[in-house]
Antibody
Framework: QVQLQESGPGLVKPSETLSLTCTVS????????WTWIRQPPGKGLEWIGF???????NYNPSLKSRVTISVDTSKNQASLKLSSVTAADTAVYFC?????????????WGQGTLVTVSS | DIVMTQSPDSLAVSLGERATIICKSS????????????LAWYQQKPRQPPKLLFY???TRESGVPDRFSGSGSGTDFTLTITSLQAEDVAIYYC?????????FGQGTKVEIK
């Protein structure tokens, strides 16, 4: 069974870059869509963007200028970088994968990691 | 952006009774070339990630109890729990993956009356 685990700093200072890694176990990272979603405390879900199995990316226009999603097949990891963060970026960040190969429908989720933006 | 609006925001249902959640999209999420609705439903329990219940509006994900059903097409969708169990207490989200940016409904909190 595939498992996803997000990792990274839990506290980031305003104006700095948030960097998270999603480590995948139980399956290859190849041939899948990898999507990042965030959830501010007590609020709903916001789609950040995805990287497809071809390597193409699609980002939320509201974040596009600040977001980079990538994969490292040698490490079986996906990553998220969000630059110039503010308090509004405080959220639980989820890594997720398509439910099956080459499918964008989100079927697997990591447990999420809380990132707080504060000085 | 496609706006997803769920109703109600919360509902309390007695054990064994029916719970119905409505999701409306601001534009159709039905792709005419394959006649599929790009609509999913997720269940999120406290301190857990969301769990996929349905995709293509009505295709039940493996392992989801059959007391859950998804229906609808175009802009109007429904998630029904026919006989509410205690373990169904959660927030339910609809989600469109028809067009970028993907969007979610605001969530519907289901509780036991």
């Amino acid at each position: 069974q595939v498992q996803l685990q997000e990792s990274g700093p839990g506290l980031v200072k305003p104006s700095e870059t948030l960097s998270l890694t999603c480590t995948v176990s139980g399956d290859s990272i190849s041939n899948h869509y990898w999507t990042w979603i965030r959830q501010p405390p007590g609020k709903g879900l916001e789609w950040i963007g995805f990287i497809s199995y071809t390597g193409s990316t699609n980002y939320n226009p509201s974040l596009k200028s600040r977001v980079t999603i990538s994969v490292d097949t040698s490490k079986n990891q996906a990553s998220l970088k969000l630059s110039s963060v503010t308090a509004a970026d405080t959220a639980v960040y989820f890594c997720s994968r398509g439910r099956s190969a080459q499918t964008s429908i989100i079927g697997y989720w990591g447990q999420g990691t809380l990132v707080t933006v504060s000085s | 952006d496609i706006v997803m609006t769920q109703s109600p925001d919360s509902l309390a249902v007695s054990l064994g009774e029916r719970a119905t959640i409505i999701c409306k999209s601001s534009q159709s999420v039905l792709y005419s070339s394959n006649n599929k609705n790009y609509l999913a439903w997720y269940q999120q329990k406290p301190r857990q990630p969301p769990k996929l219940l349905f995709y293509w509006a009505s295709t039940r994900e493996s392992g989801v109890p059959d007391r859950f059903s998804g229906s609808g097409s175009g802009t109007d969708f429904t998630l029904t729990i026919t006989s509410l169990q205690a373990e169904d207490v959660a927030i339910y989200y609809c989600h469109q993956y028809y067009s970028s940016p993907w969007t979610f409904g605001q969530g519907t909190k289901v509780e036991i009356k």
